[in-house]
Every structure is written in structure tokens, then in C-alpha cells.
């Protein structure tokens, strides 16, 4: 897949007659737990939009993205846990300060906990999947998409002190399970590193904001410019709404 010329993205906010062709997707993308309706609504309206503008909207099965379990396990092992969880404390060390329960959350204490069973065969494997997977997401846009649109979060917007908050009592295994849930649509792209755009997409019944996101293949991210001035453009009454707790309700 060569990769494009690279030009200026500004010229990409003019929407112009270009048209793509989308894969759509709100599985589950392996999690066990449903996402809500709500969500899938807000991108099955983006999705209809876009048909109606003339872009070709296909919704594809997660098997024909990806082996995102696998995506999962590689990710906690060789990006998240090995890595933070032996960083962490130099740079606290670095820092002069001694880490304590009082001073750190539960959940970095035990991202650092288990890091100290992970082996350096345990980092190479999860290095190969990762590279495996990364392959699997070349093989999908071969089939000939511009664009993926998902749901940003697999959640609407949790309470401060949920289980998602790093102050969470639940084991770190269970922690990073439950997190992975909420990021399922996120992380892949984190892994494989693929450009992704999020987009505002309405709000839910507490009046927290819903988005929607956009995949692009490498290097693409010209097209997820483009695609987000098109909605802009037809939607701006989204790009200006402002949840009852924003910034600007602070002065």
C-alpha cells in the first residue's frame, strides 16, 4: 500500500465532490458486553447522512477487520503494562518521590505489579501478534475502503468515581478488562498505528456528548480532515453544542 503524496491539510476543510467509500461498523469487536443502543444510533445517522450525500456506506463483520482479541492481549502486554509498568517508577525515582498508597492510585500500583511477570519471551511474542495484526488491518483496507466509522467509546460518559477511574478497587487484571471495553474502538488503531478522527455526534439523555469515529489507513489523514469538514458542514449544530458541564460555564 505506497503511501500518498503529503500535502496541506488545510485545503482538505473545503468540502469539495469527493466521495468515499465507508466500512461501518458497531460490533462488539470481540468484548462480551453489549454497547449501548444509543451509540449505535448516533452512527447509524452518520452513516445514513453520508449515504444520502452519495458516499458508499457498507456495514462489514468484525471478522473482516481484524483478530482484535488478539489485538487486546498483545497491547496490555507489549504497549501498556511492560512499558508503564517499568517507567513508572524510574521516573518516580527520578523525581525523588517514593511511591505509597497514599500518594498513588491503586491501579498504577498494580500496573507496576504486573509488570514484574512479564518476561522479555512474554514482550517478543506480543510484539509479534501486534505485528500480525497490524498485517490483518493492510489485508482490510485492500478491500478497498477510505474510511472505517465506529463509535468513539463503547460508553456513554460514566460517573467521576466509576471503575473506568484509576481509583477503582477492582483488581488490575479486571481494571484493564473493563477499560478495554470502553476503548475497544480507540486501541486497535493506538496498536497498528492508524490515523483516527473523533466527531461530534449529539448528546445523550444526561446531555454528555456522544461521537462517532473515523478510521483511515496510514498516511491518510488528508481523508479524515476531509470527511470531518464535510460533516461539519452539514451538521455544525453538533460541532456547537456544549454539555451543561463545559468550560465555558466556568467563565
Same mark, same amino acid.
Given at each position: 500500500?505506497?503511501?500518498?503524496?503529503?500535502?496541506?491539510?488545510?485545503?482538505?476543510?473545503?468540502?469539495?465532490?469527493?466521495?468515499?467509500?465507508?466500512?461501518?461498523?458497531?460490533?462488539?469487536?470481540?468484548?462480551?458486553?453489549?454497547?449501548?443502543?444509543?451509540?449505535?444510533?448516533?452512527?447509524?445517522?452518520?452513516?445514513?447522512?453520508?449515504?444520502?450525500?452519495?458516499?458508499?456506506?457498507?456495514?462489514?463483520?468484525?471478522?473482516?477487520?481484524?483478530?482484535?482479541?488478539?489485538?487486546?492481549?498483545?497491547?496490555?502486554?507489549?504497549?501498556?503494562?511492560?512499558?508503564?509498568?517499568?517507567?513508572?517508577?524510574?521516573?518516580?525515582?527520578?523525581?525523588?518521590?517514593?511511591?505509597?498508597? $497514599?500518594? =498513588?492510585?491503586? /491501579?498504577?500500583?498494580?500496573?507496576? #505489579?504486573?509488570?514484574? %511477570?512479564?518476561? +522479555?519471551?512474554?514482550? !517478543?511474542?506480543?510484539?509479534?501478534?501486534? $505485528?500480525? =495484526?497490524?498485517? /490483518?488491518?493492510?489485508?482490510?483496507? #485492500?478491500?478497498?475502503? %477510505?474510511?472505517? +466509522?465506529?463509535?468513539? !467509546?463503547?460508553?456513554?460518559?460514566?460517573?467521576?468515581?466509576?471503575?473506568?477511574?484509576?481509583?477503582?478497587?477492582?483488581?488490575?487484571?479486571?481494571?484493564?478488562?473493563?477499560?478495554?471495553? !470502553?476503548?475497544?474502538?480507540?486501541?486497535?488503531?493506538?496498536?497498528?498505528?492508524?490515523?483516527?478522527?473523533?466527531?461530534?455526534?449529539?448528546?445523550?439523555?444526561?446531555?454528555?456528548?456522544?461521537?462517532?469515529?473515523?478510521?483511515?489507513?496510514?498516511?491518510?489523514?488528508?481523508?479524515?480532515?476531509?470527511?470531518?469538514?464535510?460533516?461539519?458542514?452539514?451538521?455544525?449544530?453538533?460541532?456547537?453544542?456544549?454539555?451543561?458541564?463545559?468550560?465555558?460555564?466556568?467563565?
Amino acid at each position: 500500500m505506497p503511501y500518498p503524496n503529503a500535502g496541506s491539510l488545510i485545503a482538505e476543510l473545503a468540502p469539495s465532490a469527493r466521495r468515499f467509500k465507508i466500512a461501518v461498523s458497531t460490533a462488539n469487536w470481540s468484548r462480551t458486553d453489549s454497547v449501548p443502543q444509543v451509540l449505535k444510533d448516533a452512527v447509524q445517522r452518520t452513516a445514513d447522512w453520508l449515504a444520502d450525500e452519495g458516499h458508499q456506506v457498507d456495514h462489514v463483520p468484525e471478522s473482516r477487520i481484524c483478530e482484535f482479541e488478539q489485538v487486546y492481549r498483545s497491547f496490555k502486554v507489549a504497549n501498556w503494562v511492560a512499558p508503564l509498568g517499568r517507567w513508572i517508577p524510574y521516573m518516580a525515582e527520578a523525581a525523588g518521590v517514593t511511591m505509597t498508597t $497514599a500518594n =498513588t492510585s491503586p /491501579q498504577t500500583l498494580g500496573l507496576i #505489579e504486573a509488570a514484574r %511477570d512479564i518476561s +522479555l519471551d512474554d514482550f !517478543l511474542t506480543a510484539m509479534e501478534v501486534s $505485528a500480525a =495484526t497490524t498485517r /490483518q488491518w493492510g489485508l482490510f483496507w #485492500e478491500q478497498g475502503y %477510505d474510511l472505517l +466509522l465506529t463509535p468513539t !467509546l463503547a460508553d456513554t460518559c460514566p460517573p467521576v468515581e466509576s471503575d473506568y477511574a484509576l481509583s477503582s478497587g477492582l483488581p488490575f487484571d479486571a481494571f484493564f478488562d473493563h477499560s478495554l471495553d !470502553l476503548c475497544r474502538y480507540t486501541l486497535p488503531a493506538n496498536d497498528a498505528g492508524l490515523p483516527a478522527i473523533s466527531i461530534p455526534a449529539g448528546q445523550d439523555e444526561n446531555g454528555c456528548p456522544l461521537g462517532v469515529q473515523f478510521y483511515g489507513p496510514w498516511a491518510r489523514e488528508a481523508d479524515l480532515i476531509h470527511i470531518a469538514a464535510i460533516l461539519e458542514s452539514g451538521h455544525p449544530d453538533l460541532f456547537s453544542q456544549l454539555a451543561p458541564l463545559n468550560v465555558r460555564a466556568f467563565g
